[in-house]
T-cell receptor, first 111, second 114 residues
Framework: KQEVTQIPAALSVPEGENLVLNCSFT??????LQWFRQDPGKGLTSLLL?????REQTSGRLNASLDKSSGRSTLYIAASQPGDSATYLC??????????FGQGTRLTINP | NAGVTQTPKFRVLKTGQSMTLLCAQD?????MYWYRQDPGMGLRLIHY???????AKGEVPDGYNVSRLKKQNFLLGLESAAPSQTSVYFC?????????????FGQGTRLTVV
């Protein structure tokens, strides 16, 4: 069974810090990897998509990287803001276009 | 831009009752999915569809049925609701073209079975 693991489960940092969220997966034959944000009581919002042929993607203060050889993806958030507080989920494709999710990292940015 | 729309947003059922959750997408996506999200369990795939008229079981299909009669709609049915089906249900859709696959999610349906 292919698994996706996110560590840590929760993270609290002061405003303005740069931070890294980690995602690891057991199968290096990955298709794509997608990062999502989920606010309490809300749905999932897609942040970044990294195709299997790519190494990284950037959107504003967010940068996601993909290293298939080590089975890892990281989400880098620069100059964190209180509005970045949310749960961040990574998901990888597992055949037939199915997404397999990690448990998520609950991020709190303290003003 | 509607994207993925789920109906209803909230529902309370009594044990043994039945209901249908509706998911509609306006992006002409081939693939559609139903997930449930529970504390400590993350998102788990219930059923999915790779095209109109086709469905397949996911990780936790027991107690649920689905139908995809139209490309834009994916229905999730609970024939006899149980308290264990209390959860938040998410629908998603995705497309695949030249290796580019991206998933989009609805806002969720919060279901409580008492």
């Amino acid at each position: 069974k292919q698994e996706v693991t996110q560590i840590p489960a929760a993270l609290s940092v002061p405003e303005g810090e740069n931070l890294v969220l980690n995602c690891s997966f057991t199968d290096s034959a990955i298709y794509n990897l997608q990062w999502f944000r989920q606010d309490p009581g809300k749905g999932l919002t897609s942040l970044l998509l990294i195709q299997s042929s790519q190494r990284e993607q950037t959107s504003g203060r967010l940068n996601a990287s993909l290293d298939k050889s080590s089975g890892r993806s990281t989400l880098y958030i620069a100059a964190s803001q209180p509005g970045d507080s949310a749960t961040y989920l990574c998901a990888r494709l597992q055949g037939a276009q199915k997404l397999v999710f990690g448990q998520g990292t609950r991020l709190t940015i303290n003003p | 831009n509607a994207g993925v729309t789920q109906t209803p947003k909230f529902r309370v059922l009594k044990t043994g009752q039945s209901m249908t959750l509706l998911c509609a997408q306006d992006m002409n996506h081939e693939y559609m999915y139903w997930y449930r999200q529970d504390p400590g369990m993350g998102l788990r795939l219930i059923h999915y569809s790779v095209g109109e008229g086709t469905t397949a079981k996911g990780e936790v299909p027991d107690g649920y049925n689905v139908s995809r009669l139209k490309k834009q709609n994916f229905l999730l049915g609970l024939e006899s609701a149980a308290p264990s089906q209390t959860s938040v249900y998410f629908c998603a859709s995705s497309y695949s073209g030249r290796g580019h696959t991206e998933a989009f999610f609805g806002q969720g349906t919060r279901l409580t079975v008492v």
